[in-house]
């Protein structure tokens, strides 16, 4: 790295994560914690003095090259626009909490899920979760309600939402071990003292009109 002031600072992840909790996702720490020589991580590198037109900072991949005591060294994979003291192929040191991204290996993920309008605006947490065959390449067969919607609400299309797996997955991390069952088709509701999911094992949904 340069020699000059460094003209930026890694952002502390967990901490926009708690300010921002349903806007600025974080993986979990377990995971942050446990990368390997070679996974890659997605940093944010947020400029100390931005121009007033400029962007205030960038968000960039590294690969890791090396473990130390206190998190990571890892290799800039992109290059930067804006940033001038770190440039491509060299080294970044950072910590677990500065991971704000990994890349995520599943195919589901590229995949929609029908959800709930209400849900999305009011950010209340799926009740009711289920899964059934889907009849689009792009749809994964999953729906996502609060659980107490009517067959009206239900039949304006106004009312759901066509979201990717991912981003519901990155609001409500609990559905993890639900999406983790696909493709099979079934149904989970939400247990509050539990604070997971409960598949119920003899309920089958038919087909609700919400397919696309």
């Given at each position: ?131 059934e065959d889907p009849d689009r390449e792009r749809d994964s067969g999953w729906r996502a309600l ?24 990155d609001r409500w991390p609990e559905l993890r071990p639900v999406f983790h069952t696909d493709p ?29």
């Amino acid at each position: 790295m340069s020699c000059e002031t460094v003209d930026y600072v890694l952002a502390d992840g967990e901490e926009l994560h708690r300010r921002n909790p349903r806007s600025f996702f974080s993986p979990s720490r377990s995971l942050r914690d446990s990368l390997h020589v070679g996974d890659l991580a997605k940093l944010l590198f947020t400029i100390i003095d931005p121009p007033e037109a400029g962007p205030s900072g960038e968000r960039m991949w590294v690969e890791i090259t090396e473990r130390t005591p206190t998190g990571y060294v890892g290799v800039l994979i992109n290059r930067p626009a804006a940033i001038t003291t770190v440039h491509q192929g060299e080294p970044v040191h950072f910590g677990p909490e500065n991971v704000i991204s990994v890349p995520e290996r599943w195919q589901l993920m590229e995949k929609k899920i029908f959800v709930s309008r209400r849900s999305h605006e009011r950010d209340v947490r799926p009740r009711y979760v289920y899964r059934e065959d889907p009849d689009r390449e792009r749809d994964s067969g999953w729906r996502a309600l609060i659980g107490d919607e009517s067959d009206e609400e239900l039949d304006n299309p106004h009312n759901i939402l066509l979201q990717p797996v991912g981003f519901l997955l990155d609001r409500w991390p609990e559905l993890r071990p639900v999406f983790h069952t696909d493709p099979q088709n079934g149904a989970w509701t939400w247990d509050e003292p539990a604070r997971r999911y409960i598949r119920d094992p003899s309920e089958r949904p038919d087909s609700d009109g919400l397919s696309g």
